[in-house]
């Protein structure tokens, strides 16, 4: 600064404290504004570690910004049914939601991709996908439908669901009706499953009643919260067509770009600790659920060798066919599939021996 | 609030106006002071992606605090050496430093703990562990080293480094001198290894020059650009020793204490995104690193069964020999390795079958 402006400056300091102090004011109420979220969950609050997601963004994001950015979570249906928690992002009914992107492949079997598909990427993958260019693949989709996504939560690999009969080979699968949805009931369907769309309340009524057959949900921390293993005696496993789940937070675009860049950097801030803390609840809590599940009588099952393998086929059935129908399927598939056989390489050399002789360590006691 | 007070209080704000801004302005400078760390890494710049684990969480809290709250991160040397970053914040020299528990062992073995011991926890199990009362317990031990600590960064599983010849049997271990430090090195020295201490940027020189048979590293990416491959040919998996790496930021627990809440909750997303973020550059760099270290004509080898079994055993003597020495080392010890236990069968289930079986896919091609 020029010192002939500087003393001018100065001078104005000096003789007018009350208005450099008024002149003040703005600049930090720009970047600490007081802002209040409504973000609506797909989830019930009795699951607590998926619903958790939500609320751990909410505190933190309020601790960052000293209560100035605030987030209340509602749960589902308090607001909008748990499914249709997007398109109330969508409309700007409320700010944000905390879902996953594969409960809207009804408007768009892209969006499976923002969550996992069958036999898709494993956590690590799509943790490390998600944050080395994928998001952004997911993020101009998600424009489309005006929000977009923050990376906020996940489970883990999740189980292959509750089985009244056993199932020792795929024709077992003819004719089971399945609560299963999206394109892993696509899936299940080119195998002679018959899939069914049954909500969340209602699946265990149905599987003690015998509507259905079979039902997958997510792992043995919140399948046994719901009761499964007295209705059904065979847990099967892996949940080949949910290697991983993300969850989002779907944020209006209006919104989010409105968000001062303070705001907008704790926001990833907090969906960061809150993704790494959902993870974190469920792999910590699943082992226990599981002993007891067993201990309650169930047959853990690996689904038999030729399930695993006719499953396989027909998802890459399901995906040859939407590549000729949906070009951003396409792009973000194949993109994710390029990732997902560099990161299995790997995997095969660095992480698979390793956790292979520590399982056999274990299991020998 | 009583009326007649609310009146009073009104009235001192209509007559005073500027007294309440002058009022109003300490409880901001409170909440958002400048503050400025210095952060010492324990890494070379020129190892980008560990390195780099500081530098996105120093960018992450400043954006998040509207620049003010500000951290300068410098690489190992230019304030202390690598190996000393925790000394320096014990005594207050910086504020805090971006490094590896383990690189303390000297001073206690239980600082292993904070990064991994051999046949510790995989990535998955060691984050789900630090963040459901592990780092708790690591932060009651480091308190007498007057810091504590945020989880910001990892590798994943490691290799297991370079070795001039091939290792066939546990036989070839004897009279190997490998670069190899810490508990690794004296469950290697079990093995009959002679383990030696090198500073990484006399790895190379010493690997090519034969003063040294074998040394370990981090993984592809990392050991691609030092060039390991040009001088050793055996590049061995898994790294047993390091199933996972866990890197921290240590802060001065005076400083830690002195921040304000919004800035102590800014500093943990800030950590979670670097966490995260670290983890996911390494996935996603390795493999095309790995791709050109086997076309320049390196042979990946799996370590024999024998080897394997060997060293699993002689880390447990170690892990035994310590319990009756160091009751901080057992206490941790015990509970990371309940809750590895717990883990690796849950695994068993979910993850490695999904994992396997994804692995033969790609194999198939």
New interface residues.
């Given amino acids: 600064m020029e010192r002939r402006k500087f003393i001018k400056t100065a001078g104005v300091g000096a003789a007018g404290t009350?208005a450099a102090?008024?002149l003040a004011?703005p600049a930090?109420a720009q970047?600490?504004p007081k802002i209040r979220w409504r973000i609506t969950s797909s989830f019930p609050k009795s699951l607590d570690t998926i619903y958790g997601g939500g609320e751990t963004f909410a505190k933190?994001i309020s601790?960052?910004?000293?209560g100035n950015f605030t987030a209340q979570v509602f749960a589902a249906g308090e607001i909008v049914p748990g499914l249709e928690a997007a398109n109330a992002v969508t409309n700007g009914t409320v700010e944000a939601c905390h879902t996953c992107s594969y409960y809207y492949v009804g408007k768009d079997p892209t969006f499976a991709l923002g969550s996992v598909v069958p036999?898709g990427l494993?956590?690590?993958?799509l943790?490390?996908?998600?944050?080395?260019g994928g998001n952004d693949l997911l993020d101009e989709f998600y424009a489309q439908h005006n929000f977009i996504g923050l990376p906020c939560g996940g489970t883990?690999?999740?189980?292959g669901g509750w089985w009244r009969k056993e199932i020792n080979s795929l024709d077992d699968l003819k004719g089971v009706k399945m609560r299963i949805a999206g394109l892993a009931g696509q899936t299940m369907a080119k195998l002679g499953v018959v899939p069914q769309q049954i909500a969340g309340g209602d699946i265990y009524p149905s599987l003690e009643k015998g509507v259905i057959d079979a039902a997958e949900w997510i792992?043995?921390y919140d399948d046994h919260k719901l009761g499964f293993y007295q209705v059904a005696k065979n847990y099967m496993?892996?949940?080949?067509w949910e290697?991983s789940l993300n969850v989002h937070l779907f944020v209006n675009k209006t919104k989010w770009d409105e968000l001062?860049?303070?705001y907008?950097?704790?926001a990833?801030?907090?969906a960061?600790?809150a993704?790494?803390?959902m993870?974190?609840?469920y792999?910590?809590q699943?082992?226990?659920a599981?002993r007891e599940i067993v201990a309650a009588g169930v047959k853990?099952k690996?689904f038999p060798r030729d399930v695993?393998e006719a499953a396989?086929k027909a998802s890459q059935e399901i995906y040859a066919d939407l590549y000729t129908k949906n070009p951003a399927f396409k792009k973000i598939h194949e993109n994710q599939v390029a990732?997902?056989?560099?990161?299995?390489?790997?995997?095969?050399?660095?992480?698979?021996?390793?956790?292979?002789?520590?399982?056999q360590?274990?299991?020998r006691g």
Avoid: C
Wanted: hydrophobic content about 45%; cysteine-free; glycine content about 8%.
């Fill in positions: 009350v102090t008024t004011m930090i970047s600490q933190a601790e960052m910004t000293d036999f494993n956590t690590r993958h943790n490390a996908w998600l944050r080395t883990g690999a999740q189980m792992g043995p496993y892996p949940g080949w290697g001062p860049a303070g907008k950097a704790a990833k801030g907090a960061a600790i993704n790494e803390t993870l974190a609840k792999d910590a699943n082992p226990k599981l853990l690996p695993m396989y990732f997902r056989n560099e990161e299995v390489l790997w995997f095969r050399v660095a992480e698979l021996p390793f956790d292979s002789f520590m399982a360590m274990q299991s």
